[in-house]
Nanobody, 124 residues
Framework: VQLQASGGGLVQAWGSLRLSCAASGRTLSYYVVGWFRQAPGKERDFVAAISWTGSVTDYADSVKGRFTISRDNAKNTVYLQMNSLKPEDTAVYYC??????????????????WGQGTQVTVSS
């Protein structure tokens, strides 16, 4: 499977962006998909994850109430709606998935398939 992340850009504080993660080569319908982010000089951190049906989601505390993860299995795509953006949200955002069906993971180390990343920059 290949993942393609898109939708990043430059936005002012309190603005919004919607990221997309499109998959090819394999259906995502049976797999958890997560969004992670990596700021310069820092590790890749968990942001949000969504289960294969979309019925279960989880968020990092820092984005709860501001970000919403969703998926459209018919389009083989997962989204991350980001509202009320803050300068500290600036990072490269990656989507990832796993090899095991029907398993829900939030740790970076559990993900083995990654997209190329999309830059999100929030100005103050």
């Amino acid at each position: 499977v290949q993942l393609q992340a898109s939708g990043g850009g430059l936005v002012q504080a309190w603005g919004s962006l919607r990221l997309s993660c499109a998959a090819s080569g394999r259906t995502l319908s049976y797999y958890v998909v997560g969004w992670f982010r990596q700021a310069p000089g820092k590790e890749r951190d968990f942001v949000a994850a969504i289960s294969w049906t979309g019925s279960v989601t989880d968020y990092a505390d820092s984005v709860k109430g501001r970000f919403t993860i969703s998926r459209d299995n018919a389009k083989n795509t997962v989204y991350l709606q980001m509202n009320s953006l803050k300068p500290e949200d600036t990072a490269v955002y990656y989507c990832g998935t796993v090899q095991e069906r029907y398993r829900f993971y939030t740790r970076t180390s559990d993900y083995s398939v990654w997209g190329q990343g999309t830059q999100v920059t929030v100005s103050s």
